[in-house]
Antibody
Framework: QVQLVESGGGVVQPGRSLRLSCAAS????????MHWVRQAPGKGLEWVSV????????YYADPVKGRFTISRDTSKNTLYLQMNSLRHEDTAVYYC???????????????WGQGTTVTVSS | QLVLTQSPSASASLGASVKLTCTLS???????IAWHQQQPEKGPRYLMK???????DRGDGIPDRFSGSNSGTETYLTISSLQSEDEAHYYC??????????FGGGTKLTVL
């Protein structure tokens, strides 16, 4: 079945870096744009970043622009989020999600992972 | 700037129906909307997508107790025959080249 599994979360000090991974299975990974969405404790969902199916387009929400980098490795069916210069306000559960239509850049997010927790604390 | 507005909370009795609302900010009436459910301590689950023409597509395995409709700037998620496991947060989502991805603030549904 279609599945997304995130990993790489943890506790990190402000200013440090962390790389999240999202392993995809059950669908043709190379045909779908992928997104990262986060959820701070007790808060709602916040969009973070998107990468096109062919990696040619990448966009970021303003709060993470210049600090986070999204990438993907089609040979490994894996999505990544490199997070640098982490701040307290980056503390959240991070979810990866797949778009609903192949080759679409923006669409409904029709499959979600279970999330990985990032805590930025000194 | 496009904003999706949802009531923070809603409640309904076991076995009854409830209608949740997601309102697009003025001037933005022709966006498709998706609904997601997030049960306590779980990741979001995609429920359905409503196109601007009113047609909708439910996600795999989503029962037909969940239905959607829209009117102008308002999009609705109706859940009938409420069950205890329907107690969750419900988020609406929209998207586009100019707006990227936008979520509503979510509605916490309590099943009485």
């Amino acid at each position: 079945q279609v599945q997304l599994v995130e990993s790489g979360g943890g506790v990190v000090q402000p200013g440090r870096s962390l790389r999240l991974s999202c392993a995809a299975s059950g669908f043709t990974f190379s045909s779908y744009a992928m997104h990262w969405v986060r959820q701070a404790p007790g808060k709602g969902l916040e969009w973070v970043s998107v990468i096109s199916h062919d990696e040619n387009k990448k966009y970021y929400a303003d709060p993470v622009k210049g600090r986070f980098t999204i990438s993907r490795d089609t040979s490994k069916n894996t999505l990544y989020l490199q997070m640098n210069s982490l701040r307290h306000e980056d503390t959240a559960v991070y979810y990866c999600a797949k778009v609903g239509r192949s080759y679409a850049f923006y669409d409904s997010l029709d499959v979600w992972g279970q999330g990985t927790t990032v805590t930025v604390s000194s | 700037q496009l904003v999706l507005t949802q009531s923070p909370s809603a409640s309904a009795s076991l076995g009854a129906s409830v209608k949740l609302t997601c309102t697009l900010s003025s001037g933005h009436s022709r966006y498709a909307i998706a609904w997601h459910q997030q049960q306590p301590e779980k990741g979001p689950r995609y429920l359905m997508k409503l196109n601007s023409d009113g047609s909708h597509d439910r996600g795999d395995g989503i029962p037909d107790r969940f239905s959607g409709s829209n009117s102008g700037t308002e999009t609705y998620l109706t859940i009938s025959s409420l069950q205890s496991e329907d107690e969750a947060h419900y988020y609406c989502q929209t998207w586009g080249t100019a707006i990227q991805v936008v979520f509503g603030g979510g509605t916490k549904l309590t099943v009485l």
